[in-house]
Nanobody
Framework: QVQLVELGGGLVQAGASLRLSCAAS????????MAWFRQAPGKERDFVAT???????SYANSVKGRFTISRDNAKNTVYLQMNSLKPEDTAVYYC????????????????WGQGTQVTVSS
């Protein structure tokens, strides 16, 4: 079992930056693909970014160039640096872990955190 805890959400103005962290426990995540998803009220959970166990990275088009995903296996932690935030980035952000390949499909992730709220005001 892998437990994931997201930290770093908050209320910011448009154009600001936030860094989310996802601390894992229970098992080392070095062999896991990790991802960030987000869910706005009344909407489905959307893919944001993923980083494979090999280091391969993919982003949703909506965040490409603004968000950066990274991992520190020594700290068992994954990060999401979010710059130039927009009101449409407002959502609950979830961290997820997958023992297999990095994918944009939420159904393929085995473990999820509880989420952290990000609110961007205009």
């Amino acid at each position: 079992q892998v437990q994931l805890v997201e930290l770093g959400g908050g209320l910011v103005q448009a154009g600001a930056s936030l860094r989310l962290s996802c601390a894992a426990s229970g098992r080392t995540i070095s062999s896991y693909s990790m991802a960030w998803f987000r869910q706005a009220p009344g909407k489905e959970r959307d893919f944001v970014a993923t980083i494979g166990w090999s280091g391969s990275i993919s982003y949703a088009n909506s965040v490409k160039g603004r968000f950066t995903i990274s991992r520190d296996n020594a700290k068992n932690t994954v990060y999401l640096q979010m710059n130039s935030l927009k009101p449409e980035d407002t959502a609950v952000y979830y961290c997820a872990a997958n023992r297999g390949r990095a994918t944009m499909e939420p159904g393929e992730y085995d473990y999820w955190g509880q989420g952290t709220q990000v609110t961007v005001s205009s």
